[in-house]
């Protein structure tokens, strides 16, 4: 199975930062990756898949990059809705597997 | 717009069979391109891929779960169902249905609102 590392696990910022999350996978995938974001209570919202292409109705603060091994989320400036845990996940290969999330709390 | 609805006990005795179904609406379950699949949330396992459906009956299982599970979808009911037999309390979880698009090459982009499961006598 790909193992994925998401770094760090917990982030403090405020609103307007600009943030950066990091997946890192244990092998190369190619653009076989995507976001998701997750409120308490509520399943996971996709936000970005293969890498960099922003779901439908996703404000355009949020963007993502990377290859091979290295993956990033960046939320440009942060606004009071974006406070959550974030997962990366890997759709490159069988079984699909999931970072263990970034959890983002306002300082 | 697309809804996913999970359905089922909420409380499975350990060494019975979990039972959950899926209801799709505003959309078909035989779409083209589209798989159907089944994702649990605990907190000692975090998220974990259970196994996907196409509306063919094709299945895939996630090897770790494959000897305890069957997915099997039910076009006319535009529904699809996951079976975990032999639970054990590791097996508590929060259950999501979701929409995979391409096989999940682009995601799993619509979800249901999840439903938790005990395992537990």
């Known amino acids: 199975d790909i193992q994925l590392t998401q770094s760090p696990s917990s982030l403090s910022a405020s609103v307007g930062d600009r943030v950066t999350i990091t997946c890192r996978a244990s092998q190369s995938m190619g653009n076989y990756l995507n976001w998701y974001q997750q409120k308490p209570g509520i399943a996971p919202k996709l936000l970005i898949y293969?890498?960099?292409t922003l779901q439908s109705g996703v404000p355009s603060r949020f963007s993502g990059s990377g290859s091979g091994r290295d993956f990033t989320l960046t939320i440009s400036s942060l606004q009071p809705g974006d406070f959550a845990t974030y997962f990366c996940?890997?759709?490159?290969?069988?079984?699909?597997?999931f970072g263990l999330g970034t959890k983002l709390e306002m300082k | 717009q697309l809804q996913l609805h999970e359905s089922g006990p909420g409380l499975v005795k350990p060494s019975e069979t979990l039972s959950l179904s899926c209801t799709v609406s505003g959309g078909s379950i035989s779409s083209s391109n589209i798989y159907w699949g089944w994702v649990r949330q605990s907190p000692g396992k975090g998220l974990e891929f259970i196994g996907s459906?196409?509306?063919?009956?094709?299945?895939y299982y996630n090897p770790s779960l494959k000897s305890r599970v069957t997915i099997s979808v039910h076009t006319s009911k535009n529904q699809f169902s996951l079976n975990l037999s032999s639970v054990t309390a590791a097996d508590t979880a929060v259950y999501y249905c979701a929409r995979l698009r391409y096989s999940g090459d682009y995601g799993l982009d619509y979800w249901g609102q999840g439903t938790l499961v005990t395992v537990s006598s």
């Open positions: 459906i196409y509306y063919s009956g094709n299945t």
């Open positions: 996940q890997q759709s490159y290969n069988s079984p699909y597997t």
């Open positions: 293969a890498v960099s």
